[in-house]
């Protein structure tokens, strides 16, 4: 039975007072196809569409408002001030038109006229006082304004409005500090970490959706709308069935062996393992007895076998559906383990606990592990069970082992630190038979659960301060004894999480949030009671190990149906960032107003280790409107309308997520794409643990003849982050050169050191005469000119993103000996980019990405190294160059040698000359705009060629931004202006447009030159860039002027964003 609300016009007309002449059926169906387009955010065809309702019906104001937010978000070049004259006329025909007093308010805000926005958000908030959207936008107005005390009075309104408005804290702790109330700024601040993780929390901000319901297109059709669906009648589990084994078993664990989508049980004991699925079972010969923990440890597509027990740990991977034999990974007694990332490096490892403390076993990728808990203070006490959990919601995993004296809580600070947990102290002190964790009420923290020694479950709970305990149910009826175990799972379906206690005598199901047992099921003599999902649709069911055997607990019909859900980090790219098993991944699943929150993580707390679905109750909904995951690389994804009582294998997407800021130049058609720059400023980037690279914080580009054109009478270029990632924009010129037709010129550009940029002008050149690579074959034909056709570098190290299994190795031979004043390595070509993490992860298996060195061989034949490392191209397809300053007389064949994945596409020496009459010009920019422009779409040809198409933009993309201050949208020609230290900052889907004024065309006997320079610094948020998270800390460049710095950024700097 359910039941229904109607909702239709009466919502819209609460909201807008219903003006103009009602629509007829027609419009209304063609009206909610529009609000459906931008559901999904097509806001191209939502623009279209409703352009045909207004079509038809012009004096319908909601549908001209509608057009207007479609047209806003659209994001083509002027859209922001037609969608301003649809609803300006909105307005000249009713002027306390809210919705249109609103947009009208968000466009100018957007298009950095705050003193203009203030005026119609204040007749807003005076029409609608409740309005926490704008009272928050009426904040930013303010600050913007430079009235810090005006904007702090309308931050703390929002907060009081809505405390989930996370933004509001943010920046309201920001405006009480410039004014001096440093107590209620702290207070704002602590409040605004204390919602971080929380997904009902809220960011505002100038995207669809984050603006407020009156920057949403709206729905006035009539629909039946399901409220409330009550739950199915029936038991919560049909009648027990026996599974027929001989012999007794100890532990059970599930698992997808051959993976058919089809689940078994590992049944062990005495000294042997049985597999067992429907009514059959079947002997695993492996030769060691322990508990098993299951997962893809070689990342082959198979799951493997890891066995903890007495006689120590080992591995048995999985090939064409059969164990090979053992690898010991520790011949230490283990009682407990579990498999994850500890490091982020893409692999699982193994962490163990017995009766000589624990072990973290670092996977090296290689076959082989080593023991890295001594070094990171990781031994501890003798344990008797492990859990693994993100305590801190920082997106790692941290460890938490139970012993018998206390319990150790470590912090995982990335890159093998870790940190006693502060806070949990009670927790350490209490002595446990079993723990788990759960995300009950959805609040972006976990919680832990355990059983005491009398059987009474306890709870810690972090409310964003501090660490609280709660008993939440006492002991059983019946006599505890010595076995206790909990697990956490959804078994009614209606989307909120249950614990499992299992106890001698049985075991309970209990409602964590109120202490009830909802169900309670008698066995005699039970020895475990683990959860499984091998039946996914229909939710979790439970096996237990009794004093009759072995017994099924099938799902009853007293439950919603489930969505079922398989993460994995394999797909069909040849690189992954996460473990292919998906363990660590964590889920937010989002059901009709109401959150789920869960981690790819076995929670039962017996000593072995499950690999099966997450099941998610959707409380009666027939789908889920989305799921967003966290990757164990930190790396974000959202799959839309899951439908329940199906299992959905969901791999993460493999995408470019950070490199550099990309370049387009009007080329007198369209925006062209030309290449990324300041790939070398780039900041917080990890080499080695502790340390990070040295950002150089300018880079100069020279364009190919021809692609900048003037238009207008300007040259326009736009620098672009079509990633997840930030651009820091101090300063932008163009050197323009003419020069006699008989002369070129290269930049003194690449990645390394000792770079210049500056101008190296030439008229002679000279190809090599053969070119081969490591095994000998001639590849002459494919360097000798500039077609984005390379010689193969040789096979990527499948373990890790650009980095070469073999070294790759060019050696160029000339028919004369170079000649050594001048000469100077002209090379285009283009390299694929690691990340911070696959640098860490090459690290921790004794590997470094080496870049290019040179040796040089004499007219005798003699090699020897001439520069070791100079560098390489600095990213996607451009030309570097490297003066060979001391060359050895007589070098007749250069010898290039890296493992870097690098495209070689051309090679050349060039003779660096003084050119006379040269004709120098800098121009500087009269025009910068900040836009959000969406995401470019990338394709990548063969060999990795990237391109982005700028008239293909998506408005959405699964990237988050750093946390801190944006560069207001709009103007910002005074922050790139001059090289001061002042920045313009922009993230993922945004843009800085730059217009320089055009120079009249040379004279026919020159040709020009174009180089982009541009000042400035990138960063991105790998997990293991420092300071990846946030905004800041600021560069501080020794030639700033500090003063105006600062009071451009108090002007410009104040548009808040984070998250996704």
């Given amino acids: 039975m359910k039941i229904y609300l109607q909702l239709g016009v009466a919502i819209l007309c609460f909201l807008t007072a219903c003006s103009g002449p009602s629509p007829t059926l027609e419009q209304i169906a ?18 279209d569409t409703f352009s045909e309702v207004v079509q038809n019906a012009p004096s319908w104001l909601e549908g001209r408002v509608n057009l207007a937010i479609a047209t806003l978000n659209r994001q083509t070049e002027g859209d922001e001030n037609r969608a301003l004259d649809i609803v300006s006329d909105v307005l000249a025909e009713e002027p306390d038109h809210t919705r249109a007093l609103y947009v009208s308010g968000m466009i100018h805000l957007y298009l950095g006229k705050p003193e203009q926005a203030t005026p119609f958000l204040s007749r807003v908030i005076e029409m609608d006082p409740d309005d926490a959207y704008a009272a928050y936008f009426l904040g930013q107005s303010y600050l913007q304004l430079g009235d810090n005390e005006t904007a702090s009075r309308w931050f703390l309104k929002t907060v009081e409005l809505e405390p989930y408005l996370r933004s509001a804290y943010w920046a309201g702790s920001q405006a009480l500090r410039r004014i001096d109330r440093i107590d209620e700024s702290e207070s704002l601040l602590e409040d605004y970490q204390r919602f971080a993780p929380n997904p009902a929390a809220r960011l505002a901000g100038f995207s669809y959706t984050r603006m407020g319901l009156k920057a949403e297109a709206l729905s006035v059709s009539v629909e039946n709308l399901e409220h409330i669906a009550f739950k199915p009648q029936g038991v919560l589990f049909a009648e027990p069935q026996s599974i027929d084994i001989e012999g007794s078993v100890s532990s059970v664990t599930v698992v997808d062996i051959n993976g058919d989508e089809e689940y078994e049980y590992l049944l062990s004991g005495e000294g042997r393992h049985i597999i067992h699925q429907g009514s059959k079972s079947r002997p695993l010969s492996v030769e060691n007895t322990g508990v098993a923990l299951w997962g893809d440890v070689n990342d082959d597509g198979e799951v493997d076998l890891v066995l903890c027990g007495e006689a120590g740990s080992y591995i048995y991977y999985q090939q064409d559906g059969e164990f090979g034999q053992a690898t010991t990974l520790s011949e230490q007694a283990c009682v407990a383990g579990a498999l994850f990332d500890a490091d982020h490096d893409g692999d699982l490892d193994v962490t163990v606990t017995g009766p000589a403390g624990n072990q973290l076993l670092s996977n090296n990728r290689d076959g082989t592990f080593r023991d890295i808990a001594p070094q990171m203070g990781l031994t ?83 409310d964003g301060r501090d660490w609280m305990r709660r008993t939440v149910t006492s002991n059983p009826e019946a006599p505890f004894g010595e076995t206790a175990e909990l697990a956490v799972a959804d078994f009614d379906g209606d989307g909120q999480p249950e614990l499992m206690r299992s106890y001698p005598g049985g075991f309970d199901i209990i409602d964590p ?139 993460e997407t493999q995408r470019q ?102 101008p190296i002008t030439f008229r002679r050149s000279v190809d090599p005469s053969r070119v081969t690579d490591v095994k000998g074959v001639e590849v002459t034909s494919l360097v000798l000119s500039e077609n984005r056709k390379a010689p193969h570098p040789g096979d990527v190290d499948a373990r890790f993103i650009g980095l070469l299994a073999d070294d790759q190795t060019l050696t160029m031979e000339f028919d004369e000996p170079i000649e050594t004043v001048g000469a100077t390595l002209v090379a285009d070509g283009w390299v694929e980019y ?139 020609t005074p922050l790139v202006e001059k090289l001061d230290g002042a920045m313009a900052i922009i993230g993922g889907g945004e843009e800085i447009h730059l217009e320089f004024p055009a120079l009249p065309e040379p004279e026919e006997k020159l040709n020009r030159h174009f180089v982009l320079d541009f000042r400035g610094w990138a960063k991105d948020m790998d997990l293991y860039t420092r300071d990846g998270e946030t905004v800041g800390p600021l560069p501080d460049p020794d030639y700033a002027d500090k003063t105006r710095r600062d009071l451009l950024h108090a002007r410009y700097n104040v548009r808040f964003q984070e998250g996704m």
Avoid at 405 to 431: I, P
Avoid at 596 to 611: E, F, I, K, N, Y
């Fill in 30 to 47: 063609l009206n909610d196809r529009g609000v459906a387009e931008m559901g999904r955010y097509e806001y191209s065809k939502a623009h």
């Fill in 380 to 462: 501890g006490e003798p344990g008797h069970q492990l859990l693994v959990v993100d305590l801190d919601a920082d997106r790692d995993l941290d460890i938490v082992v139970l012993g018998a004296q206390k319990n150790n809580v470590w912090r995982n600070d990335r890159t093998w630190q870790y940190q006693d947990y502060q806070g949990l102290e009670d927790f350490s002190g209490t002595a446990l038979r079993a723990a788990t964790s759960a995300d009950v009420d959805a609040d972006g923290h976990q919680e832990i659960y355990g059983v005491d020694q009398g059987g009474s479950v306890l709870a810690w709970r972090f």
């Fill in 513 to 651: 949030r109120v202490g009830k047992v909802v169900h309670s099921q008698k066995v005699t003599g039970l020895r475990s009671a683990i959860i499984t999902n091998v039946e996914p649709a229909k939710g979790p069911s439970i096996l237990t190990l009794d004093s009759s055997g072995v017994t099924y607990w099938p799902p009853g019909p007293g439950r919603f149906e489930f969505l079922a859900v398989v993460p994995s980090g394999r797909s069909e790219a040849d690189q992954m960032r996460s473990n292919a098993s998906g363990i660590g991944t964590q889920t937010k699943v989002r059901t009709a107003g109401r959150w789920t929150v869960d981690l790819v993580m076995d929670s039962h707390s017996g000593p072995g280790q499950s690999l099966m679905p997450l099941t998610v109750g959707l409380a009666g909904k027939k789908s889920a409107d989305y799921i967003a995951l966290t990757w164990s690389d930190g790396v974000t994804q959202t799959e839309l309308d899951l439908a329940s009582g199906s299992l959905h294998v969901i791999s």
């Fill in 657 to 758: 997520l950070a490199s550099c800021p990309v370049v387009f130049v009007w080329d007198g058609q369209e925006y062209r794409f030309v290449t990324d720059v300041l790939g070398v400023a780039g900041m917080g980037f990890f080499t080695a643990p502790g340390e990070v690279a040295e950002p150089r914080p300018f880079e100069r580009y020279l364009l190919e003849p021809g692609v900048l054109r003037e238009r207008s009478g300007k040259y326009h270029v736009k620098l672009t982050e079509p990633m997840e990632e930030n651009a820091y924009l101090d300063a932008a010129t163009i050197h323009v050169y003419d020069m006699p037709n008989d002369w070129s010129m290269v930049l003194d550009e690449r990645m390394g050191e000792g770079v210049t940029g500056r």
């Fill in 834 to 972: 690691p990340y911070s993490q696959t640098v860490f992860a090459a690290w921790q298996a004794g590997l470094r990405y080496r870049s290019v060195s040179i040796e040089t061989r004499d007219e005798s034949g003699n090699w020897q190294l001439f520069t070791r490392e100079f560098g390489y191209p600095a990213g996607m397809p451009r030309k570097m160059a490297l003066p060979l300053e001391g060359l050895p007389e007589g070098t007749t064949a250069l010898r290039l040698s890296s493992n870097l994945e690098i495209y070689w596409d051309r090679l050349r020496i060039v003779y660096e000359a003084n050119a006379e009459n040269i004709i120098h010009h800098v121009i500087e920019p009269t025009q910068v705009r900040v836009a959000r422009t969406g995401f470019p779409k990338r394709s990548n040809a063969a060999q990795n060629v990237p391109h982005y198409d700028y008239t293909d933009r998506s408005p959405y993309w699964d990237t988050k931004s750093q946390r801190g201050f944006y560069t207001l949208l709009g103007d910002a």
